[in-house]
T-cell receptor
Framework: GNSVTQMEGPVTLSEEAFLTINCTYT??????LFWYVQYPGEGLQLLLK?????DKGSNKGFEATYRKETTSFHLEKGSVQVSDSAVYFC???????????FGAGTTVTVRA | DTGVSQNPRHKITKRGQNVTFRCDPI?????LYWYRQTLGQGPEFLTY????????KSRLLSDRFSAERPKGSFSTLEIQRTEQGDSAMYLC??????????FGPGTRLTVL
């Protein structure tokens, strides 16, 4: 079946540090890949997505590249801010499917 | 606010009672999804509607759970004879097609 494995947290960083959250997936064919973010007290929001191999999704300074050869979709940000403190979820939607399969989430805390 | 709304936001009930949650999707979205999220985990798919038709139910959805989407607009999720293991955040999402899913704030259920 389809599954997503992401780096366990929690992750604690200082402001302006570099952030990487690893995500790997198992799926048949070419799934669509997503990063969702959940800020404290809020619902899930789509952060970025990529729908085919070598696509790069980007938003709010975050980037992730769809790597078919390594079945990965790692999330990166070059300089984090306190406002980036949240739980980040990697997810996939298999081809011709509609439901999302999520990883367990990674809690990121950025200290001033 | 034209996002996905869910009611109630919080529900505390005693074991054995029935509960019903409501989800109002974004108006032009014909696809509606229910997910369940437990502490420290990512959301897990429960069921999916396209318009008023329920097209898939996860094996997580035992016979105590039932979901409806009359007229293809709002949806309800009912849990009969609640158990402590049903305590979780119940998330609703909607989408216009096989695309980005927009999530509501969730209903947090606590079964005492």
């Amino acid at each position: 079946g389809n599954s997503v494995t992401q780096m366990e947290g929690p992750v604690t960083l200082s402001e302006e540090a570099f952030l990487t959250i690893n995500c790997t997936y198992t799926a048949t064919g070419y799934p669509s890949l997503f990063w969702y973010v959940q800020y404290p007290g809020e619902g899930l929001q789509l952060l970025l997505k990529a729908t085919k191999a070598d696509d790069k999704g980007s938003n709010k300074g975050f980037e992730a590249t769809y790597r078919k050869e390594t079945t990965s979709f790692h999330l990166e940000k070059g300089s984090v801010q306190v406002s980036d403190s949240a739980v980040y979820f990697c997810a996939l939607s298999a081809i011709n499917d509609y439901k999302l399969s999520f990883g367990a989430g990674t809690t990121v805390t950025v200290r001033a | 606010d034209t996002g996905v709304s869910q009611n109630p936001r919080h529900k505390i009930t005693k074991r054995g009672q029935n509960v019903t949650f409501r989800c109002d999707p974004i108006s032009e979205h014909n696809r509606l999804y229910w997910y369940r999220q437990t502490l420290g985990q990512g959301p897990e798919f429960l069921t999916y509607f396209q318009n008023e038709a329920q097209l898939e139910k996860s094996r997580l959805l035992s016979d105590r759970f039932s979901a409806e989407r009359p007229k293809g607009s709002f949806s309800t999720l009912e849990i009969q004879r609640t158990e402590q293991g049903d305590s979780a955040m119940y998330l609703c999402a909607s989408s216009p097609a096989q695309n980005e899913q927009f999530f509501g704030p969730g209903t947090r259920l606590t079964v005492l």
